[in-house]
């Protein structure tokens, strides 16, 4: 295993969301050396840390999100393929799921310690919380199913069928919906969060692969891997507001509440 061998270049783009004729964007980047083959990122705002999962390493790298530099490395099973990751930031959890084993991974965000890990599918992927029930959604690629789990009793509550390739998995903590992309179909899933029951769905005109929602302004952000932009959904009315154009291949997309910057 070799813990530096990777790059993660973080790309910062600022929307300015005045309602909507325009949009202002300004972006900045910056690296820190991770693992191998790092393929996603979260943050736990109140300990101002990074997390980001090694897929080839089976390691997690705690970047010090003000200064930019690792400050501590969490290696998991040698079997281990960490995918994707999600951070409770209430409880400081850090859930990491596998897309190889189909096991999800609990971490101690403040000791860096494994909690538990529980073999919940046949291929994780996607994963994200909601912190006021403590819900944590999470995509199988296999089963084409959203797994629904408690993690204060750390069991599955249900499953719900969606369509193939649920490549990504948002939670609006606001309004407790739930929005999964399948990325071989025109087709974003919207789930009840108080029912888990499926409740409609969105066509976004593209192949949807990431998903992003900002909270304030009840817009979801949608990327597509063969498109050069960003698709913007006002989700009181399932519209497409406009389209940001970005370089072609854009996936992994993630909104800070607090000020807006996606």
């Not at 929005?179 to 969105?202: K, N």
Request: hydrophobic fraction near 40%.
């Amino acid at each position: 295993k070799y813990a530096y061998t990777g790059i993660i270049a973080l790309s910062i783009m600022i929307f300015g969301m005045t309602v909507f004729p325009g949009v202002n964007a300004a972006s900045f980047e910056d690296t820190v050396l991770v693992g191998d083959f790092p393929r996603d990122v979260d943050f736990d705002y109140a300990l101002n840390n990074l997390y980001v999962p090694n897929y080839e390493s089976g390691s997690i790298s705690v970047i010090d999100s003000n200064n930019m530099i690792i400050k501590d490395t969490i290696f998991l099973d040698d079997s281990s393929n960490p995918t994707k990751i999600v951070v409770d930031s209430n409880r400081h959890l850090v859930f990491v799921s596998d897309k190889i084993s189909g096991v999800l991974t609990i971490l101690d965000g403040v000791t860096g310690g494994v909690i538990d890990s529980i073999k919940i599918g046949d291929s994780l992927w996607a994963l994200d919380i909601n912190e006021t029930t403590g819900k944590l959604y999470v995509s199988d690629l296999v089963k084409n199913e959203i797994s629904i789990i408690d993690t204060v009793n750390l069991e599955i509550i249900s499953s719900i069928n969606v369509k193939a390739s649920p490549w990504d998995v948002v939670v609006n903590q606001k309004t407790n919906m739930v929005y999964v992309a399948s990325g071989t179909s025109e087709t974003i899933h919207v789930i009840d969060g108080t029912t888990d029951r499926l409740i409609g769905e969105i066509n976004p005109g593209v192949k949807p692969w990431g998903l992003s929602i900002n909270e304030k302004s009840n817009v979801l952000y949608v990327s597509s891997w063969d498109s050069n932009s960003i698709t913007v959904i006002d989700l009181s009315n399932a519209q497409v507001l406009y389209e940001i154009p970005v370089i072609p291949g854009a996936w992994q997309m993630t909104t800070n509440q607090n000020n807006g910057v996606t």
